[in-house]
């Protein structure tokens, strides 16, 4: 699990700098991700609205057989 420090991440998104912190937030896990959305409701936002949930999902797509198998079948 990824460790951020929650005050430098707020610091980024009071200064209108969600795209680097969307970039961050990029680089986490799915079980660090689902932690990350329940930190604060800022966080939240710019995890739903940077849409990083589905752009994990296609990494996964992308580079894991299984995943790529099931998108496959489920015609994604």
Request: charged share 30%.
């Amino acid at each position: 699990m990824v460790r951020i420090d929650r005050l430098q991440y707020v610091r980024l998104s009071a200064r209108g700098l969600d795209h680097i912190a969307e970039q961050i937030l990029s680089y986490l896990d799915a079980k660090s991700l689902c932690a990350a959305e329940l930190v604060s409701q800022e966080w939240n936002r710019v995890i739903s609205d940077g849409m990083l949930w589905r752009k994990l999902i296609e990494l996964k797509v992308r580079t894991d057989s299984l995943w790529c198998g099931l998108s496959e079948r489920k015609g994604w």
